[in-house]
T-cell receptor
Framework: SQKIEQNSEALNIQEGKTATLTCNYT??????LQWYRQDPGRGPVFLLL?????KEKRKERLKVTFDTTLKQSLFHITASQPADSATYLC?????????????FGGGTRLMVKP | NAGVTQTPKFQVLKTGQSMTLQCAQD?????MSWYRQDPGMGLRLIHY???????DQGEVPNGYNVSRSTTEDFPLRLLSAAPSQTSVYFC???????????FGPGTRLTVT
């Protein structure tokens, strides 16, 4: 089974800087990789999807990269704001005949200080 | 659209009791899943489904049953609750392979 590692320590950065979060996995490369944001007491909210044949995806201030050789995805938030403070989860998706099988990392807590 | 709804929001059970967590979605999504999230951890997949009558086990299926008789509903049954099942349970739905997951607000379950 997949093992996914995200930095379990909180990432503290100053407002306006770029936050970079890491997601490493150990086994086969998934067909898809997604990033989610989770605020305390709430369900995760989808941010970005990247496919195994894609190197990079962007959406507004967000960018995700996917390196199947390194078995790693990086998630960047540029011009970070205090409102970006949350826990960010990466998820690997393996399609099966019964649906999408998702494996989540433990998440990295981001704190953006004004 | 209400999106994904879950009931109840909170539940306390005694060891050995059974109950059903309800999940419904009104987006006509084929794919639905159940996850549990323990403190400081990511989500772990319990069961998932691609449509009525089709379900499969995820990473942590023991102690849980599911069935999918309609597109809209995907209930999760705890057969005989144990303290190890104390957790927050999230239901999610999505469209297509690799599609973004829409999560419900969660059910916080405590088993004493």
């Amino acid at each position: 089974s997949q093992k996914i590692e995200q930095n379990s320590e909180a990432l503290n950065i100053q407002e306006g800087k770029t936050a970079t979060l890491t997601c490493n996995y150990t086994n086969y490369s998934p067909a898809y990789l997604q990033w989610y944001r989770q605020d305390p007491g709430r369900g995760p909210v989808f941010l970005l999807l990247i496919r195994e044949n894609e190197k990079e995806k962007r959406k507004e201030r967000l960018k995700v990269t996917f390196d199947t050789t390194l078995k790693q995805s990086l998630f960047h938030i540029t011009a970070s704001q205090p409102a970006d403070s949350a826990t960010y989860l990466c998820a690997l998706i393996t399609p099966t005949n019964a649906g999408n099988m998702l494996t989540f990392g433990g998440g990295t807590r981001l704190m953006v200080k004004p | 659209n209400a999106g994904v709804t879950q009931t109840p929001k909170f539940q306390v059970l005694k060891t050995g009791q059974s109950m059903t967590l309800q999940c419904a979605q009104d987006m006509n999504h084929e794919y639905m899943s159940w996850y549990r999230q323990d403190p400081g951890m990511g989500l772990r997949l319990i069961h998932y489904s691609v449509g009525a009558g089709i379900t499969d086990q995820g990473e942590v299926p023991n102690g849980y049953n599911v069935s999918r008789s309609t597109t809209e509903d995907f209930p999760l049954r705890l057969l005989s609750a144990a303290p190890s099942q104390t957790s927050v349970y999230f239901c999610a739905s999505s469209v297509g392979q690799g599609g973004e997951q829409y999560f419900g607000p969660g059910t916080r379950l405590t088993v004493t």
